[in-house]
């Protein structure tokens, strides 16, 4: 079933003068290309470097076009910066009900996600938030971050400190 096809060996001089002389029986021009250089073009010829070759340069086109699009991807993201409106309009500090008040103002204010980081990093929510755009904070002394997110993901942040 699988049989062993024979390999016979002759040297290369041996082979060009048999060459030779099946030219010069069939009347032909005699071989002007060395035996080496007809022995590399068949072996050249074969599906696998066919193959091997064409996968080559895919693979040479592919690894030159990868940069290009990452640049592509990151021109795309450098053109849509986010730009928040939201603003603080007014603030004051209700010492008597120990409560700090903020106004804000701008589109997409995310209200639910509004909270504040004291200085040992605990974290405070508002204690009331109005759609109107009034937002309380518990407070008595120390310094607070506040942080004031919108829907897209852009976040102002305020400082208070007494």
């Not at 250089?37 to 076009?65: D, P, Q, R």
């Not at 755009?133 to 400190?161: C, M, R, W």
Request: with cysteine.
């Amino acid at each position: 079933m699988f049989r062993r096809n024979k390999t016979y060996s002759i040297n290369k001089k041996a082979a060009n003068e048999a060459l030779q002389n099946v030219f010069a029986a069939c009347e032909q021009k005699p071989n002007t290309q060395s035996l080496d250089a007809l022995l590399f073009k068949n072996i050249a010829n074969t599906t696998l470097v066919k193959t091997g070759k064409w996968l080559s340069i895919a693979l040479l086109l592919l690894v030159l076009v990868c940069p290009v699009v990452f640049y592509i991807e990151g021109k795309e993201a450098d053109s849509k910066p986010h730009k928040t409106d939201i603003k603080v309009t007014s603030h004051y500090l209700d010492e008597e009900n120990g409560v700090f008040v903020m106004n804000v103002s701008g589109s997409d204010i995310d209200y639910d996600g509004i909270y504040a980081k004291r200085e040992d990093g605990s974290v405070l929510y508002p204690s009331e938030t109005d759609p109107d755009g009034t937002v309380k904070f518990h407070f008595v002394s120390g310094t607070l971050n506040i942080y004031i997110p919108d829907t897209e993901g852009g976040v102002v942040q305020a400082v208070l400190s007494k």
